[in-house]
């Protein structure tokens, strides 16, 4: 007997020694973090690796090599704690497209079964309700840690005063559901204002409210015939979203820059939407596509930043190098969607590219704001001035600038190889499926874009550019949350202001004027305003009350004079 207890007391060993299920909790309630992650550290098959919110802070930890066996996302009412941060619905959709094989498992807030469907449909794994109980969450986590998916599922059995005010109840319970899924495609738009979007969001979260409370009052849900259609659907396949095909990430070099390059292609992954309402070359590209030529250009930069050699003076001149770092990006972008280039093409592409220096140069290069400080600081110059404040290399204030000038460089770099191609290539066949949008495929709309392009051109050289000059300010396009803003940072611009001549120091003017003039306008309209106003009211009304009074009084004096009919024998 003792042997055979001896012979099993290895596999008790093996057992106890097992790998532990890695987890990594994401939710914008920090304190539902702590209480989390609290809970499951008494059990000794888990092991909590990080936690963070929705943020790019969280992304960006998430792709420094970590090891995962499960990703937990708590997901609200699409509330955010700061602007930084992304909702719960956008973080899920971006991961299960960066790392498809990642399993999610998802706690929700009282979701409705279409909201389910949606995360089916996503990939997503596992989910349970953000109030079940610790043995509940504990077991979906195992689930889906081992390969299986876990959905919770709750059943109730209304009451019939339930079942009655539920029938009551009904057309304004389909109202309130039109209603959200009316919102939730507006907010699909991402042309909307951030003050649009502010509302519409509030209001969401009203109504979300309110059908929680009206789906508790009657213990039932209401689905619109198209969920209903998708809950059907759902029972017999579920249908993963389409990952998008990305380009391998760049693997950078031990050196004092990788953090910075690093955070950056997270920024790039997390997605480049326009949301500047200025029209950009690479608006017409697919968004893998765009991403992959940012990569391209970021990581060339890396690996050439080390051959320049160290300025010798404060003010050394990069154009040369960033006509380089341009030129092989777009030769290098050309070859690898149109395919292997002869002698000859290669010599007439090398001839293209030349010639189109200057217009680049022209409509980019020359509205580049903080080159020498940004290469200084690749470079390894210590410090940095920022409106006259020294910060030293490490200091939060500096990284975040020297992150959106590299930003802004990359996002010009891009939209200058963009430009050769659309001033040269735009009509080959192999680019417009390998590269453009699917809207942008007919001749049509490329013309339109082109002409768009054309025309922004020309407000930019005469009136956005010299406006800028005259604020004394530079603008940047920088990466937030996904999406590409606009950056104003003051500068002194003397010397350009004194530089410009014909109708871009026209327009100078006349914002000068306009402003001179402004408030006066302003003071002589409210005055005519009130001029009228008195006139209307004291004049024209008094005088219109003593006709009318008159007129009453006459009336009423010719009724008087009306001999009465005598009354007949």
């Given at each position: 007997?003792?042997?055979?207890?001896?012979?099993?007391?290895?596999?008790?060993?093996?057992?106890?020694t097992?790998?532990?299920i890695?987890?990594?909790?994401v939710?914008h309630?920090?304190?539902?973090?702590?209480?989390?992650?609290?809970v499951?550290?008494?059990?000794?098959d888990?092991?909590?690796?990080g936690?963070?919110?929705f943020?790019n802070?969280?992304?960006r930890?998430l792709?420094?090599?970590?090891?995962l066996?499960?990703?937990?996302?708590g997901?609200?009412?699409?509330?955010?704690?700061?602007?930084?941060?992304?909702?719960?619905?956008?973080l899920?959709?971006?991961?299960?497209?960066?790392?498809?094989?990642?399993?999610?498992f998802?706690?929700?807030a009282?979701?409705?079964?279409?909201?389910?469907?949606?995360l089916?449909?996503?990939?997503?794994?596992?989910?349970?309700d953000?109030?079940?109980s610790?043995?509940?969450?504990?077991?979906?986590?195992?689930?889906?840690?081992?390969?299986?998916?876990?959905?919770?599922?709750?059943?109730h059995s209304?009451?019939?005063?339930?079942?009655?005010?539920?029938?009551?109840?009904?057309?304004?319970?389909i109202?309130?559901?039109e209603?959200?899924?009316?919102?939730?495609?507006?907010?699909a738009?991402?042309?909307?204002?951030?003050?649009?979007?502010?509302?519409?969001?509030?209001r969401?979260?009203?109504?979300l409210?309110?059908?929680?409370?009206?789906?508790?009052?009657?213990?039932?849900?209401?689905?619109?015939?198209?969920?209903?259609?998708?809950?059907?659907?759902?029972?017999?396949?579920?249908?993963?979203?389409?990952?998008?095909?990305?380009?391998?990430l760049?693997?950078?070099?031990?050196?004092?820059?990788?953090?910075?390059?690093e955070?950056?292609?997270t920024?790039?992954?997390?997605?480049?939407?326009?949301?500047?309402?200025?029209?950009?070359e690479?608006?017409?590209?697919?968004?893998?596509?765009?991403?992959?030529?940012?990569h391209?250009?970021l990581?060339?930069?890396?690996e050439?930043?080390p051959?320049?050699p160290?300025?010798?003076?404060l003010?050394?001149d990069?154009?040369?190098?960033?006509q380089?770092?341009?030129?092989?990006?777009?030769?290098?972008?050309?070859?690898?969607?149109?395919?292997?280039?002869?002698?000859?093409?290669n010599?007439q592409?090398?001839?293209?590219v030349?010639q189109?220096?200057?217009?680049?140069?022209q409509?980019?290069?020359n509205?580049?704001?903080?080159i020498?400080?940004?290469?200084?600081y690749?470079?390894?110059?210590?410090?940095?001035?920022?409106?006259n404040?020294?910060?030293?290399?490490?200091?939060?204030?500096a990284?975040?600038?020297?992150?959106?000038?590299?930003?802004?460089?990359?996002?010009n770099?891009?939209?200058?190889?963009?430009q050769?191609?659309?001033?040269?290539?735009?009509?080959?066949?192999v680019?417009?499926?390998k590269?453009?949008k699917?809207?942008y495929?007919?001749?049509r709309?490329?013309?339109?874009?082109?002409?768009?392009?054309?025309?922004?051109?020309?407000?930019?050289?005469?009136?956005?550019?010299?406006?800028?000059?005259f604020?004394?300010?530079?603008?940047?396009?920088?990466?937030?949350s996904?999406?590409?803003?606009t950056?104003?940072?003051?500068?002194?611009?003397?010397?350009?202001?004194?530089?410009?001549?014909?109708?871009p120091?026209?327009s100078t003017i006349?914002?000068?004027?306009?402003d001179?003039?402004?408030p006066?306008?302003?003071?002589?309209?409210?005055?005519?305003?009130?001029?009228?106003?008195?006139?209307?009211?004291?004049?024209?009304?008094?005088?219109?009350?003593?006709?009318?009074?008159?007129?009453?009084?006459?009336?009423g004096?010719?009724i008087?004079?009306?001999?009465?009919?005598?009354?007949?024998?």
């Amino acid at each position: 007997m003792s042997h055979i207890i001896g012979c099993y007391r290895p596999a008790n060993r093996l057992k106890m020694t097992k790998a532990k299920i890695k987890l990594f909790i994401v939710d914008h309630d920090s304190i539902f973090r702590l209480g989390l992650r609290t809970v499951i550290a008494q059990y000794a098959d888990f092991e909590i690796i990080g936690e963070g919110n929705f943020s790019n802070d969280t992304l960006r930890e998430l792709t420094q090599g970590l090891v995962l066996n499960v990703l937990v996302i708590g997901i609200g009412y699409g509330s955010r704690d700061s602007d930084s941060e992304i909702s719960g619905w956008e973080l899920t959709q971006k991961l299960r497209q960066l790392y498809p094989q990642l399993p999610l498992f998802v706690l929700t807030a009282n979701f409705s079964a279409s909201q389910l469907v949606k995360l089916k449909s996503w990939g997503v794994q596992g989910n349970c309700d953000r109030s079940a109980s610790i043995n509940t969450i504990i077991t979906g986590l195992q689930t889906v840690a081992y390969g299986n998916t876990y959905w919770q599922t709750q059943h109730h059995s209304p009451r019939l005063w339930q079942q009655i005010l539920s029938r009551l109840s009904k057309p304004g319970r389909i109202e309130l559901e039109e209603t959200l899924h009316a919102i939730e495609s507006e907010l699909a738009n991402p042309n909307l204002s951030d003050w649009e979007r502010v509302f519409l969001v509030g209001r969401k979260r009203e109504l979300l409210t309110a059908r929680w409370l009206s789906n508790r009052l009657v213990a039932s849900e209401i689905t619109l015939p198209e969920d209903n259609a998708a809950i059907e659907s759902s029972k017999t396949e579920i249908i993963p979203l389409a990952t998008t095909e990305l380009a391998p990430l760049p693997v950078f070099a031990d050196s004092a820059n990788k953090t910075i390059f690093e955070r950056v292609v997270t920024d790039i992954q997390i997605g480049l939407n326009n949301r500047t309402e200025i029209l950009l070359e690479i608006d017409i590209l697919r968004p893998e596509i765009q991403k992959s030529l940012c990569h391209l250009i970021l990581k060339r930069l890396s690996e050439t930043i080390p051959q320049i050699p160290i300025a010798s003076t404060l003010e050394q001149d990069y154009l040369p190098y960033l006509q380089d770092l341009w030129s092989w990006s777009t030769s290098y972008f050309f070859a690898q969607y149109y395919g292997q280039l002869n002698t000859e093409e290669n010599q007439q592409l090398t001839y293209v590219v030349e010639q189109e220096f200057e217009i680049v140069k022209q409509n980019l290069f020359n509205y580049l704001y903080g080159i020498p400080e940004l290469f200084d600081y690749l470079l390894g110059q210590p410090g940095l001035m920022i409106d006259n404040i020294s910060y030293q290399s490490d200091d939060p204030e500096a990284i975040a600038r020297i992150e959106f000038l590299l930003h802004n460089l990359l996002l010009n770099l891009a939209n200058g190889v963009m430009q050769v191609m659309l001033n040269n290539f735009y009509d080959l066949e192999v680019f417009k499926y390998k590269l453009y949008k699917p809207e942008y495929r007919s001749d049509r709309e490329l013309a339109r874009f082109r002409n768009q392009l054309s025309w922004k051109y020309r407000q930019e050289t005469y009136f956005t550019h010299p406006q800028n000059i005259f604020e004394s300010r530079h603008r940047l396009f920088v990466l937030n949350s996904g999406v590409i803003r606009t950056m104003y940072v003051y500068a002194p611009r003397k010397a350009e202001l004194e530089q410009l001549t014909g109708i871009p120091w026209l327009s100078t003017i006349i914002i000068e004027i306009r402003d001179a003039i402004a408030p006066l306008v302003r003071k002589f309209i409210a005055l005519a305003g009130n001029t009228v106003v008195f006139v209307l009211t004291q004049v024209i009304g008094k005088g219109l009350g003593l006709v009318g009074q008159g007129i009453i009084q006459g009336i009423g004096s010719t009724i008087k004079d009306i001999p009465r009919n005598k009354k007949k024998p």
